[in-house]
């Protein structure tokens, strides 16, 4: 068992966390089945204690095929500055009123930190099985399901605006309007925005095998998102995978700084390698999703699908040093048109960006 503390700007941190053995019945091929377990504890003087914990097992019938699952708990202590960042009164970005009908308006906002935030918890659900028909092939699938409750977000002017205007209670007080109806200051403090539920699939496979002109492989991981759905306090859901817009044209919760969470995204790589010497090809790719409507004619808009090709060189032929060049974007793809909705940008990342697959352990 290993115990910590830590004191970092004012904050007093202490934990602990222990990891166990909880069954194993393996051969030394690695077959058989093995279980684990681990159990953490954390405490802030400023946001409480949490106990977390995990457990998986995995299991190997036959060297060609491993099977393994995992159920763990996970716990987030809002940062220093989501708590403490000073709040001030400045310009917010621009929006529409639902109410007025008015557009591009810009008021006085009040933005900054929150000092009455709670931490963030999660569950999360994985199980997976990986295939080794040959040595020199192997496919793997992950399904995963997260669930999130109190996210700590900034909400954009639109979403305050807008949920204050149908109602919801999450965001009432936050919009002043002025005798007339017009809008005169909003308030977007980070608050816990709300709770989501996240499923999808990590995929995988790899390739390799030996030539006489040299060593060939492939590999792709990649990553599918079925369902991304987050729900306001007040009980507003929105589902967000391949958009970042509601129906209606509003930004999608969080939508202002959590970038677009993408149906599905991977990288495929070719490898080549020869004595000291080696080329791979890379493709990233994503595919489209929705954002604002097109501000010329009001219609929606669709981000195509990208993918952008790189390539690698590395040379391994002098003692202790790898020599390497590289080329991004060899056919010089363009980037996509993309409209913004109040505050977006282009992220075009998920907050899920990487695979948890590994080959098979021999």
Partial sequence: MIFRALVALGRDQRGSHCHVALWRDRGADHQGLEATGAIRWDDYDDVGSKTTYKASVRYQPIQQVLLRAAYGTGFRAPSLSDLWTPQLLGSSAQFSDPVTGQTNLQVNELSGGNPNLK??????TTIGIILQPVPEFSFGVDWFSIEIEDIIAQPSTQEVVSGNAAGNPAYAGLVIRTPTGDIDQTQAVFVNSGDAKVEGYDVQFNWAKTYDFGRLGASLFGTYYTKFNQTSPGGFESKKVATMVEANGDPVLDGDFGGVVLRWKHQLAFNYTRGPWGATLIQNFYNGYETGNRQWDGERHFVDSQSIWDLQFAYTGLKNATFRLG???????????????????????TRRSTTRLGGLCT
């Fill in 327 to 349: 080329i991004n974007n060899i056919f010089d793809a363009d980037p996509p048109m993309f409209v913004p909705v109040s505050n977006q940008f282009q992220a075009a990342t």
């Fill in 119 to 124: 931490p963030e918890t999660s569950t999360q």
